[in-house]
């Protein structure tokens, strides 16, 4: 699975971005804010089948998305301006998104339009929607009054839920009508008896009932509850976005809590690989190249130096009727990523399968052996920059081992604020600031060298002084009841003394 936003991270709220300080509820929450502001533009899906041997087949799929209008509160996104110029640089197709998006709704609009259905209280959404409706409704009543019973008239050029909208509001508005969709966008329309009317309200092909309007607003929901009920193992690639947008937008709204928002994707989707999570671990045993993307970590699990001779490799083909990935890249393509996401989960499987084999793997290695492999990193996804490396959908989170903490004492220098020091100290490595007192801050880095780096070179500093952060002496908290504590003991000397005095 993979997928395209309209943005990521929202920098418009205040402390939004990612940090190494965030612990997985605070990264959670970050997240969950930016996910109700974005929506999805696409979603990829590469479905693989172990067809024989250690061949796998791939059909893989492009879903363009926009959110469901019919009858429900209109849905409200925002764009990020270099989500957006990220995109169209790798060639995505606004007009499919927002011409011929599939819509989407989750169990609450559901919920919502399934009511206002029951009580006839939806409403049109949108200028262009009204308009059409209005034009469809002077067509009709120009033409019913000298209709004969049983004559038709066609309406054209209605788009979407249009050809919904307009069925509903006639049948609700005149009594002596019916109608039924075409082909071509197209609706007719049939003057009728009263009695002809109720045995056709009451059939069971009329595609206007409840049902079927409800399945048509679902639309990609529909494949959303197929997937959940197939149960297969879900991959990704730093897929903590793709997971949250999937629990948002065709599941429920994301709870406030965190540990509610873990148990749901652990019901929905008990099986979880990040390839990410799995490609960090094996870059470290391997001696591969550096690869900054997935498509470079593919390009190197792909490359003839790698396993020539073995014939137990994984052997993956497109299917016949999916082969343009085969005859050019297409990255930040859903499909296509999506595509890549399970080959590189295949070749790394195989990869630890053979290291874990002394004998060497056998000819036909099944997925459940790659599964077994694969144990310690099923349901934990990736976390960039964070005080976890992944998120455990089916345990406890396990904290990062970061290098300690420095604390940064200000002196001669006076305003400086948490972007400030950032900006200072970014221009030898990089750090996540938090300010620790008014003239104190804390520096958090991933990587060891940047710490032995920032104290040798700040050793000297007029300004900043650099040491490693000890709890117990730079705590605020410590602080505070060290002095209280020092208060306190000196009052008490002074009544020992003041009481113990002859009077």
């Known amino acids: 699975l993979d997928m395209e936003f309209t943005g990521l991270h929202s920098t418009s709220l205040q402390n939004n971005m990612p940090s190494l300080f965030d612990s997985p509820a605070e990264r959670y929450l970050k997240a969950r804010r930016s996910v109700q502001r974005f929506t999805v533009t696409q979603l990829g899906l590469a479905i693989f089948s172990n067809e024989n041997s250690n061949k796998y087949v791939v059909h893989s799929y492009n879903f363009f998305l926009f959110p469901s209008t019919l009858g429900v509160t209109d849905v409200e996104f925002t764009l990020s301006a270099s989500s957006i110029q990220f995109l169209s640089h790798y060639g995505f197709d606004y007009n499919k998104f927002l011409k011929d998006g599939i819509p989407y709704m989750n169990e609450v609009q559901e919920k919502i339009l399934s009511q206002r259905l029951s009580a006839g209280s939806w409403k049109i959404s949108g200028t262009l929607g009204r308009d059409a409706l209005k034009k469809a409704i002077d067509e009709v009543t120009s033409w019913i009054a000298a209709a004969e019973?049983?004559?038709?008239?066609?309406?054209?050029?209605?788009?979407?839920?249009?050809?919904?909208?307009?069925?509903?509001?006639?049948?609700?508005?005149?009594?002596?009508?019916?109608?039924?969709?075409?082909?071509?966008?197209?609706?007719?329309?049939?003057?009728?008896?009263?009695?002809?009317?109720?045995?056709?309200?009451?059939?069971?092909?009329?595609?206007?009932?409840?049902?079927?309007?409800?399945?048509?607003?679902?639309?990609?929901?529909?494949?959303?509850?197929?997937?959940?009920?197939?149960?297969?193992?879900?991959?990704?690639?730093?897929?903590?976005?793709?997971?949250?947008?999937?629990?948002?937008?065709?599941?429920?709204?994301?709870?406030?809590?965190?540990?509610?928002?873990?148990?749901?994707?652990?019901?929905?989707?008990?099986?979880?690989?990040?390839?990410?999570?799995?490609?960090?671990?094996?870059?470290?045993?391997?001696?591969?190249?550096?690869?900054?993307?997935?498509?470079?970590?593919?390009?190197?699990?792909?490359?003839?130096?790698?396993?020539?001779?073995?014939?137990?490799?994984?052997?993956?083909?497109?299917?016949?009727?999916?082969?343009?990935?085969?005859?050019?890249?297409?990255?930040?393509?859903?499909?296509?990523?999506?595509?890549?996401?399970?080959?590189?989960?295949?070749?790394?499987?195989?990869?630890?399968?053979?290291?874990?084999?002394?004998?060497?793997?056998?000819?036909?290695?099944?997925?459940?052996?790659?599964?077994?492999?694969?144990?310690?990193?099923?349901?934990?996804?990736?976390?960039?920059?964070?005080?976890?490396?992944?998120?455990?959908?089916?345990?406890?989170?396990?904290?990062?081992?970061?290098?300690?903490?420095?604390?940064?004492?200000?002196?001669?220098?006076?305003?400086?604020?948490?972007?400030?020091?950032?900006?200072?100290?970014?221009?030898?490595?990089?750090?996540?600031?938090?300010?620790?007192s008014e003239n104190q801050f804390i520096l958090l880095s991933n990587k060891f060298n940047h710490v032995r780096l920032v104290l040798r070179d700040y050793k000297h500093h007029p300004h900043l002084r650099v040491s490693v952060y000890r709890h117990w002496r730079h705590s605020p908290r410590v602080n505070c009841l060290l002095q209280v504590s020092g208060i306190v003991a000196l009052w008490s000397l002074l009544a020992f003394v003041l009481g113990g005095a002859p009077s």
């Open 149 to 436: 019973e049983e004559e038709t008239m066609i309406l054209q050029d209605l788009s979407g839920y249009q050809m919904f909208e307009v069925q509903l509001v006639l049948r609700q508005a005149l009594k002596n009508v019916w109608t039924q969709p075409l082909e071509d966008k197209k609706v007719m329309v049939k003057k009728v008896s009263p009695q002809n009317r109720w045995l056709l309200e009451n059939s069971p092909y009329d595609c206007c009932q409840k049902e079927q309007i409800l399945l048509s607003a679902r639309g990609f929901t529909n494949l959303f509850q197929t997937l959940v009920e197939a149960k297969k193992p879900l991959v990704g690639h730093n897929m903590l976005m793709d997971i949250m947008h999937l629990h948002e937008k065709f599941y429920k709204p994301l709870p406030e809590s965190y540990e509610e928002f873990k148990r749901n994707i652990h019901n929905l989707f008990p099986v979880l690989i990040d390839t990410k999570t799995v490609t960090k671990s094996i870059w470290k045993q391997f001696p591969f190249p550096r690869a900054s993307n997935l498509l470079e970590v593919y390009a190197v699990l792909c490359s003839s130096k790698l396993n020539p001779k073995d014939p137990a490799w994984p052997v993956i083909a497109l299917a016949s009727d999916c082969s343009r990935y085969a005859e050019k890249e297409s990255p930040h393509e859903a499909g296509y990523d999506a595509f890549l996401c399970g080959s590189v989960l295949l070749k790394s499987a195989h990869l630890l399968l053979c290291r874990s084999t002394a004998d060497g793997v056998e000819a036909d290695p099944s997925f459940p052996q790659y599964l077994t492999v694969l144990a310690e990193y099923l349901n934990k996804v990736n976390v960039i920059r964070g005080a976890v490396s992944s998120i455990n959908f089916s345990g406890e989170d396990v904290p990062c081992q970061h290098p300690p903490l420095l604390v940064v004492q200000v002196r001669g220098w006076p305003g400086l604020n948490e972007r400030q020091i950032y900006q200072e100290f970014k221009a030898v490595c990089r750090f996540d600031v938090r300010r620790l």
